[in-house]
């Protein structure tokens, strides 16, 4: 069964408007991961947030993380057609062994 | 040399092939996976190597098979496949052994997609 659940599992937006996508997940985690996967690719890391972190940024990304509401987001700001991807939380839990298990993701589309 | 590389890219197979999925990483990381991936899917567990040694086993059917044979090769073979077995099987890496307090970031490769007629 999945650990993360991803909302919403589709975004629509013009370039230029910022993105946001939520991870939810059930158990205690060491951490969280996001990662983009384009169309029929391999994923690509983009940020790790440790549970005792609440804020990471990285370029153009923001990623919060609440664990007492066992949840995370990502925010894409200023989008680029070149950021239409399936973006994957994925979540490493100690009551999993440390296995990383992958959210449905969120199917983003950027329109020019 | 941060890649991991699969071969081939492209699979077709009939149900009573033998073929083998190969992957490759040249970045010393310590642990190696095997992801499935149906479309509009996320990834799905099916294999981990740490250190060499299987550590992992995501109850997959015998018909698939994983191999390491040393530290930068991971192999999947394949025999008597079935239609649903059709994906995209995505490896990866890590740089720490599996099972370590921080799981890291994986890196994968691009994939290889399998199409069993």
Redesign the interface.
């Given at each position: 069964s999945?650990q993360g659940e991803e909302d919403p599992q589709a975004l629509s937006i013009q370039e230029g408007e910022n993105a946001t996508m939520n991870c939810s997940y059930k158990t205690s985690i060491?951490?969280l991961?996001w990662?983009r996967q384009n169309s029929?690719?391999?994923?690509?890391?983009l940020i790790?947030i440790?549970s005792n972190e609440r804020e990471k940024h990285s370029g153009r990304l923001r990623v919060t993380l609440d664990t007492s509401k066992k949840s995370s987001s990502l925010l894409i700001t200023a989008s680029r057609a070149a950021d239409t991807a399936s973006y994957?939380c994925?979540t490493?839990s100690?009551a999993a062994?440390?296995?990383?298990?992958?959210?449905?993701?969120t199917?983003v589309l950027v329109k020019p | 040399d941060t890649e991991v590389t699969q071969t081939p890219k492209h699979l077709v197979m009939g149900m009573t092939n033998k073929k083998s999925l190969k992957c490759e990483q040249h970045m010393g990381h310590r642990a190696m996976y095997w992801y499935k991936q149906k479309a509009k899917k996320p990834p799905e567990l099916m294999f981990v190597y740490s250190y060499e040694k299987l550590s992992i086993n995501e109850s997959v059917p015998s018909r698939f098979s994983p191999e390491c044979p040393n530290s930068s090769l991971l192999n999947l073979h394949l025999h008597a496949l079935q239609p649903e077995d059709s994906a995209l099987y995505l490896c990866a890496s890590s740089q720490e052994g599996y099972g370590t307090a921080n799981t890291g970031e994986l890196f994968f490769g691009e994939g290889s997609r399998l199409t069993v007629l």
């Open positions: 999945q060491n951490n991961q990662y029929g690719r391999g994923l690509v890391h790790l440790r994957f994925a490493a100690k062994g440390n296995k990383l298990t992958f959210g449905g993701g199917r | -």
